[in-house]
């Protein structure tokens, strides 16, 4: 009785975690409806490390999704179903960059632009954590790598990922380092 008087919000949340959220949209903020556990990002953002801390800090966690929500707009995602617009007895089958509306390629642009900041060396565990919604066990085990390799690399990629929309400061430190010496001690050269 109480799945019915919530709506399709209940039924939904009678076999999903669902809540609703703020999300940047092409059309700016609209509260929608999201499943938690859609995404192994959100997973992880809800566990803690041992030291009792979030895995993922709140501008990581909104990095990647930032970053989905552009792949998803660029309709970069592999397709699931025939594409039945292109037509067939014109010999043109689709796909192209001519088939993409304007807002989709400024939203493969901006996943271009973002990968590009974060590096080739990071840059494929976002893609198969944050757009193709692989688990962390999935993507050691596809790419090789040792157990918690996956979340090491993630981490960092989400670190950079941040940096480059902004959603965290730049590190900056006392100064650069001028020289190793002790204090007073000067390098001499031969000859000068």
Request: proline residues 4%; glycine residues 14%; aromatic residues 4%.
């Amino acid at each position: 009785m109480a799945r019915e008087a919530a709506g399709p919000e209940g039924l939904l949340a009678q076999h999903r975690r669902v809540e609703r959220r703020a999300v940047e949209t092409g059309n700016g903020h609209e509260h929608l409806l999201v499943d938690l556990d859609e995404s192994p990002l959100a997973w992880l953002a809800r566990r803690k490390g041992r030291d009792g801390r979030p895995l993922l800090a709140v501008a990581e966690v909104a990095a990647g999704e930032r970053l989905r929500a552009d792949f998803t707009r660029a309709q970069m995602g592999p397709r699931v179903t025939a594409n039945w617009e292109a037509a067939v007895s014109s010999g043109r089958r689709g796909g192209g960059a001519g088939d993409l509306g304007d807002a989709a390629l400024a939203a493969k642009a901006r996943v271009a632009r973002a990968l590009e900041a974060v590096g080739p060396e990071l840059s494929g565990a976002l893609l198969d954590v944050c757009c193709f919604l692989k688990g962390l066990e999935e993507v050691e085990r596809e790419r090789g790598w040792p157990a918690r390799g996956a979340k090491l690399v993630l981490g960092l990629g989400l670190a950079r990922l941040a940096r480059h929309y902004g959603l965290v400061a730049e590190g900056r430190g006392p100064g650069r380092i001028v020289s190793w010496g002790a204090e007073r001690s000067r390098p001499t050269i031969d000859g000068a």
